[in-house]
């Protein structure tokens, strides 16, 4: 599975941006596509996840802030976010699971730097 993340980029406090991810390969096997963050100095932590089916996942921090959502007739996962905070700024990394054998695939990474 590759994964093609886009979308980062520099944003004052409050704005907002829209992340996107493409999927391609042997995408049978993933369930979940989803988006983590990495700040530096800090470990990767998860910022959001949606099954093929549609559950949603987030973590508490961006809870009515930011919202997932994928398309998977073209394997394209996005990250609506909103009311940024200089907090929310790291490297963010679109993830895929494989269900059969758990393998975790990741994107190249996109940053999002925002401004106070």
């Known amino acids: 599975v590759q994964l093609q993340a886009s979308g980062g980029g520099l944003v004052q406090a409050g704005g907002s941006l829209r992340l996107s991810c493409a999927a391609s390969?042997?995408?049978?096997?993933?369930?979940?596509l989803g988006w983590y963050r990495q700040a530096p100095g800090n470990k990767r932590e998860l910022v959001s996840t949606?099954?093929?089916?549609?559950?949603?996942n987030y973590t508490d921090s961006v809870k009515g802030r930011f919202t997932i959502s994928r398309d998977n007739a073209k394997n394209m996962v996005y990250l609506q976010m909103s009311s940024l905070k200089p907090e929310d700024t790291a490297v963010y990394y679109c993830?895929?699971?494989?269900?059969?054998?758990?393998?975790?695939?990741w994107g190249q990474g996109t940053l999002v730097t925002v401004s106070s």
């Open positions: 949606m099954t093929r089916g549609g559950k949603r």
């Open positions: 993830n895929a699971k494989n269900i059969i054998d758990g393998t975790d695939y």
């Open positions: 390969g042997t995408v049978v096997y993933v369930n979940a």
